[in-house]
């Protein structure tokens, strides 16, 4: 007698099916809204030769609108939710495949040193300085690492490390970004004001602009000399990024109180550390011993890239705008002095070193 029941599926292929239906409508509206992200940056290109705002920045605003006028019914909610953490996460891992150890030795062990000094010492002070206005830590540490190593993108590897929310993000990255465009607008001011050097400017931008882009922008003005020093010196301050995700891990993990009273402690790498982190570090490591071809980097650049714009619009459809509304002033204020914080730092360092 024939059988005519339909065949199933196994039980892992339906599960899988079922876990792509419930992702797919969140994970396409942030798609749609990363597509109307880059191309507002293109149209950015176009006009004005480089992007003011960047393409993360304007998904994250444009998740934040959309979430003010609508608000995602459980329909849209895990794809959205998975965008915000798993696709970040991926981004975060991509990014070391970008990063070689040569770019840090030819940059000398001076100005080596004065970026890294720079780098920790306005982590320290810009914690500092939000802890003092009322800020929760999470906060403040988003905006200490966003201030101190590469503004949008220093936040989004940062949150995932220290559970920080969407609300948090966005307002770290709003007002992050609005003080990176006056950065780049208002720091050649400061070349006849202070009398600096090609070069001189060319530290002083890489140690304060906050995007790759920006410092192009910035230095472009000063001339070649300053353009490529700037560009060098940010590219060296990004670099910071690795050790300074890695030791907060680190340290968060202290906080954690994963095990009960009585019940001995195991040691545990992926608890300690995350899993994308240790992705990072094993693409960096395998990128300076020139395991990854060059002709990777530029895919793997732009998919870490195109992943973290998804991020951002997921986090921006994720955020409840009276929140920002109440922390606002203060994040404002905690940014605007770390920033100026940071100035103070990278002038004291480049006259104190007789950089350039």
């Not at 810009?126 to 503004?151: E, F, K, Q």
């Not at 790498?269 to 300076?288: D, E, N, Y």
């Not at 011993?289 to 998804?310: F, H, N, R, S, Y």
Request: some cysteine; aromatic content about 6%.
């Amino acid at each position: 007698m024939q059988d005519n029941r339909p065949v199933r599926a196994p039980s892992g292929v339906r599960r899988w099916r079922g876990r792509l239906a419930e992702l797919l409508p969140g994970v396409g509206l942030c798609l749609a809204v990363t597509g109307i992200s880059l191309a507002l940056q293109a149209g950015e290109e176009h006009a004005f030769g480089h992007p003011y705002v960047e393409a993360l920045v304007i998904a994250i605003l444009l998740g934040m609108a959309l979430r003010t006028l609508w608000e995602p019914s459980p329909r849209w909610r895990p794809g959205i939710a998975f965008s915000a953490k798993q696709l970040l996460e991926v981004a975060v891992m991509l990014l070391g495949a970008s990063i070689s150890l040569a770019a840090i030795v030819a940059s000398g062990p001076v100005l080596l040193g004065a970026i890294v000094a720079a780098v920790f010492v306005t982590i320290a002070a810009s914690y500092g300085i939000s802890r003092l206005l009322g800020l929760p830590p999470r906060i403040s540490i988003l905006i200490a690492c966003g201030n101190s190593i590469c503004g949008n993108s220093a936040i989004a590897a940062v949150a995932p490390v220290i559970g920080a929310d969407s609300d948090d993000v966005a307002s770290s990255i709003s007002f992050t970004a609005i003080l990176g465009v006056v950065m780049v607008l208002g720091l050649p001011l400061l070349i006849p004001l202070l009398g600096l050097s090609a070069t001189q400017y060319g530290i002083l931008a890489g140690l304060t602009v906050y995007a790759v882009p920006q410092v192009l922008a910035a230095t472009v003005p000063a001339g070649l000399v300053s353009t490529q020093i700037g560009t060098l010196v940010k590219l060296v301050r990004v670099l910071m990024l690795g050790p300074v995700v890695v030791s907060l891990s680190l340290m968060a993990s202290r906080f954690r109180s994963d095990a009960a009273e009585g019940r001995g402690r195991r040691f545990d790498l992926l608890k300690l550390v995350p899993w994308f982190i240790l992705g990072f570090l094993g693409l960096a490591a395998l990128r300076s011993l020139g395991l990854v071809p060059d002709i990777a980097i530029w895919p793997i650049t732009k998919t870490a890239g195109l992943l973290t714009v998804v991020s951002m619009a997921a986090l921006g459809l994720g955020v409840d705008v009276r929140v920002i509304g109440r922390v606002g002033g203060r994040v404002t204020a905690a940014v605007t002095l770390s920033l100026f914080l940071l100035l103070l730092v990278s002038l004291g360092l480049i006259h104190l070193l007789r950089l350039g």
